[in-house]
């Protein structure tokens, strides 16, 4: 087994906050030093500082993404945290249906991971606009670090038990049996979805329209308090007056230092 030393892993660490905006605490040395274990020794690494080399030296990016992989969860399902969605459903569309006059709807999952998030505002919209679907554009906006969990959610192939806990029209409606374990995502949902990689940390955001909501939830546990005060500053300047920020329940934004207001929790809105 291959020891990652103090000195080794600041080096590492710090690389990883620079650029990704990750913020590995010390006490994270343990489990860094774990899940990268099978990495080193595949790639015939003696030590970290050999491995932190090949990151940097890696001009193509898959060394970094791998590094990405293992030390972040993309844990994700359908409905997490459902009051978001059905405040979404009864609040903030019916909203944005009054007062988007140009039917350009533009929905931000800025931390897309494998894809329940995205797809789930997908089906969402599709059911709430009904036959009027065809006059709005609503495509979602979905991006991630992490082009293993964007290859999935591209994919829209699911294990029938994570899609169980949906409604049933939605999984008559939504989906296709593969087999006896899995279904994907029919045509019409996926094509509603737009996967692009992307790292919440670079200075510019591309973007030439403005979002009317930003789902970036359960990311920002990973950013210290600098960082995230800079993120949500980006996402302010990236949103329509009266557009909505959601994000995850065990985070939260200081008052003092936003200028979203608060709406519920983990909820907040640009006025």
């Known amino acids: 087994m291959v020891s990652i030393t103090e000195q ?3 080096q590492l660490s710090n690389y990883i906050k620079s650029n990704y905006g990750i913020n590995l605490k010390e006490e994270k040395m343990a489990l860094v030093n774990g899940r990268l274990q099978n990495v080193l020794q595949q790639a015939g690494f ?3 500082t050999q491995y932190y080399k090949y990151i940097v030296d890696n001009k193509a990016g898959e060394a970094v ?3 990405l992989d293992k030390i972040t969860t993309n844990h994700t399902f359908f409905m997490r945290e459902p009051d978001h969605f059905y ?4 609040k903030v569309l019916p909203y944005l249906c009054n007062t988007v006059r140009d039917k350009d709807l533009r929905i931000w999952c800025a931390a897309s991971s494998s894809g329940e ?5 997908a089906m969402i919209m599709d059911e709430f606009f009904g036959t009027d679907k065809v006059l709005w554009d609503t495509k979602v906006l979905a991006t991630d670090i992490s082009e293993k969990v964007l290859n999935i959610a591209k994919k829209g192939v ?18 296709k049996k593969l087999d006896s374990e899995k279904s994907i995502m029919v045509d019409k949902i996926k094509n509603e979805v737009i ?3 992307f790292n919440l940390m670079d200075e510019v955001f591309p973007f030439r329209k403005k979002f009317h909501t930003i789902f970036c939830r359960n990311v920002m546990i990973y950013f210290d308090n600098d960082t995230k005060t800079r993120l ?3 996402f302010y300047d990236q949103m329509e007056y009266g557009g909505y920020l959601f994000i995850g329940h065990s985070e939260s934004l200081k008052r003092e230092t936003t200028k979203f207001k608060y709406v519920m929790p983990s909820v907040y809105r640009k006025e």
Do not use: G, Q
């Open 65 to 67: 993404v791998t590094l």
């Open 195 to 197: 996967y692009r990689k």
């Open 232 to 234: 949500i500053n980006k």
């Open 117 to 121: 998030e995205s797809y789930t505002l």
């Open 46 to 48: 003696h030590n970290f």
């Open 87 to 90: 405040y979404f459903r009864d």
């Open 158 to 175: 699911y294990d029938n038990e994570r899609i169980s806990p949906l409604p049933t029209h939605w999984k008559l409606n939504y989906f």
């Open 8 to 10: 080794e892993f600041k």
